[in-house]
């Protein structure tokens, strides 16, 4: 029995088979109630049973005499990441998926997700790794285990924990490894796509290349060798929020000058600062835009992000930025590579 059939049941069982039920539901105790065309009418808990049987009902009783009808719901396509803060901050946290039928998909449980984010997520993962030769010789950089698990396998996993599950994967450099390994998507309860570079497309380049038919009209991008606690919830918030065309994810970079720094009028000092700091903010390789610029790119040609955002603030376009005050990594390096294997068994990125 699969995992949905262990949490719905029809309107007309008796109550006996939703008792029997529950027993394979686990920690959640809901079920949901389904009417003869596999519609979700409503949900089903022990509180629910417990106040139809003070009221007379007795197992016999059909189902939908204890169903609670005035349930909370997400809709395929209108999903709202603010209710969902809203809800999980007044301890709900189950929720069914449904289809524009009404018809469950899946069970959203916020216990074990961190969101349930409406994005298509797009994996920059197609490049040589030249600095991490001799590692790439063999392996492509997003495959390069940290702490026993491939880079990319870590991403996923996390994308997963913002419950995001139309993922493309950009590959070139020994694509096979990648498509082999991770396969359409299934063993992690996901679907993924590929797009194959044959030649370098640069950061922004394959997105012109993105299947007709992926979920969401918006698209988070990001380099595969990135490894970071990023809140994408936050992240997606803030864009939304600010009706952003792009926001980027940016690191604070601290830059502490060993010297006085005189601040001048022509030839005259009239102030200076001993040994300042200054903290600048940096491009951290994460970015979220819509579906609907990717006209922007030309196909086929190499294209970075910087190009992305130029044309958008020479037209004055807003674009936005997000900064990741925790953990961030860009593993360009062996020296990189070799420190997130000494921080990895202390970071919770999944």
């Excluded at 969902?84 to 039928?101: C, V």
């Excluded at 491939?150 to 993922?167: A, C, H, K, S």
Aim: charged share 25%; aromatic share 10%; hydrophobic share 40%.
């Amino acid at each position: 029995m699969s995992i949905l059939e262990q949490h719905q049941v029809g309107a007309q069982e008796p109550l006996s088979v939703a008792l029997n039920l529950m027993g394979l539901a686990g920690h959640l105790r809901t079920l949901f109630v389904l009417d003869e065309n596999k519609r979700v009418i409503g949900t089903l808990s022990d509180g629910d049973i417990r106040r139809g049987l003070l009221k007379g009902l007795s197992a016999s009783d059909p189902c939908e005499a204890f169903v609670y009808t005035a349930f909370r719901a997400l809709k395929r396509g209108q999903i709202d990441v603010r209710k969902l803060q809203e809800y999980r901050d007044k301890d709900i946290y189950i929720f069914p998926l449904l289809d524009e039928e009404n018809r469950l998909e899946r069970i959203i449980n916020l216990h074990e997700l961190r969101s349930f984010l409406p994005l298509t997520a797009v994996i920059m993962a197609g490049g040589l790794g030249q600095r991490l030769r001799p590692l790439t010789l063999q392996t492509p950089k997003p495959m390069l285990p940290v702490g026993g698990v491939p880079i990319l396998e870590i991403n996923i996993q996390r994308l997963l924990r913002f419950g995001i599950r139309d993922i493309v994967i950009c590959v070139g450099y020994k694509k096979d490894q990648i498509m082999d390994y991770f396969g359409d998507g299934s063993a992690w309860d996901c679907r993924i796509q590929y797009i194959e570079e044959t030649q370098p497309l640069g950061t922004m380049g394959a997105l012109s290349y993105l299947p007709s038919d992926a979920e969401h009209d918006d698209l988070l991008l990001f380099n595969a060798d990135l490894l970071s606690d990023i809140d994408l919830e936050a992240f997606y918030l803030r864009h939304q929020q600010q009706s952003n065309r792009l926001t980027v994810a940016c690191i604070p970079y601290k830059v502490k000058v060993p010297y006085a720094i005189f601040e001048q009028e022509a030839d005259r000092v009239t102030a200076f600062v001993e040994k300042p700091n200054y903290t600048y903010f940096a491009n951290a390789g994460f970015y979220l835009l819509h579906r609907s610029d990717l006209n922007r790119i030309p196909q086929g040609e190499l294209y970075n992000a910087t190009d992305f955002m130029d044309g958008l603030i020479q037209e004055r376009q807003s674009v936005g930025s997000f900064p990741i005050l925790g953990y961030w990594s860009d593993i360009g390096s062996l020296s990189d590579y070799e420190k997130a294997q000494t921080d990895i068994p202390n970071l919770y990125l999944y």
